[in-house]
């Protein structure tokens, strides 16, 4: 576990390395975020469609999961209510602290942490429940509280991107799963496994290209929030979820991991398009990456 996320923070400090030197710049940005959304992004959804093992008995998995992003969701909202932020730095500690980084981050940490683990049940959290959030419940809200027109504007934005290439992706991946396809040609597997593999450092470089150190330090307070509702508060709530719903062993493990991983990559990307205070989302994503290498080991130690 902490391999990972030393490896993932050392991806962001690098994008920002490079746009320092020049290398890369920041308005280079969105072409990044092009090439994961309509190419990178729906291998990687697809090849996770086909190959999963759904069974029925992991679909209590999601359910537990939109219980804990509800209830994050109105702990993150009174929290920035409390402090009396902006619409725009209220929308960014919502979308940070109500959704993790369970795809790019969760399920190879999950395969990669030995027994006692259900990866199935990683990858239903993430296929059902993290997938669908981003774009509905996080796409919304970041039109809702970063875009000045309203909830218009905000149902428009949901619509536009439910039909983006990623949502195209896990429908066929579903139905081929459902029709018995569990596997694919292995010259197309391999092309989704390499194209799949391509999203988590790009979308770590994007991180990097946003990050400016002094709007971090001026969001420390934010930041802070975010990580507390991520890293502790999440857990908790889904462990009480999760136990209530009937879930245990692997299962229950495996699914309180996931709600405590780091603040999800796309939150960053899709605030960005909505104008929220992406410095805040980006801290968080380096803070709460950084940390997780410290909770989540005790997390998992203490279940």
Not at 130 to 154: E, K, N
Not at 199 to 225: C, K, Q
Request: charge should be positive; proline fraction near 5%; aromatic fraction near 6%.
């Amino acid at each position: 576990m902490t391999a990972t996320a030393v490896g993932a923070l050392a991806i962001i400090l690098l994008g920002w390395l490079l746009r320092r030197l020049g290398v890369i710049r920041s308005k280079d940005g969105p072409m990044l975020i092009q090439v994961v959304i309509y190419l990178a992004l729906p291998a990687l959804v697809l090849h996770i469609m086909v190959t999963s093992d759904l069974q029925p008995a992991l679909v209590l998995v999601p359910l537990v999961g939109f219980a804990v992003h509800g209830a994050l969701v109105v702990v993150a909202l009174s929290a920035a209510r409390m402090r009396k932020l902006d619409r725009p730095s209220t929308g960014a500690v919502i979308v940070a602290s109500a959704v993790g980084n369970t795809g790019f981050f969760g399920v190879p940490l999950i395969a990669a942490s030995g027994a006692h683990l259900s990866v199935a049940a990683a990858v239903m959290f993430d296929t059902f429940c993290t997938g669908i959030l981003t774009w509905t419940s996080t796409v919304w809200i970041c039109g809702r509280f970063g875009d000045p027109s309203g909830d218009a504007a905000a149902a428009r934005g949901v619509w536009r991107n439910l039909l983006l290439p990623p949502t195209w992706a896990m429908a066929l991946g579903l139905g081929l799963n459902l029709a018995g396809v569990h596997s694919l040609p292995q010259v197309i597997d391999r092309l989704l496994v390499i194209l799949g593999g391509a999203v988590l450092p790009l979308v770590l470089i994007y991180a990097g290209l946003v990050i400016e150190w002094d709007g971090i330090r001026r969001a420390w307070r934010d930041v802070s929030t975010v990580a507390v509702i991520r890293l502790a508060i999440s857990p908790l709530i889904c462990f009480v979820f999760a136990w209530a719903i009937g879930l245990d062993g692997d299962v229950l493990r495996t699914v309180v991991l996931m709600a405590a991983m780091p603040t999800a990559m796309m939150s960053l990307v899709i605030g960005g398009w909505f104008k929220l205070k992406t410095d805040v989302i980006a801290g968080a994503v380096v803070a709460t990456t950084l940390l997780a290498t410290l909770t989540l080991p005790l997390i998992r130690a203490l279940l």
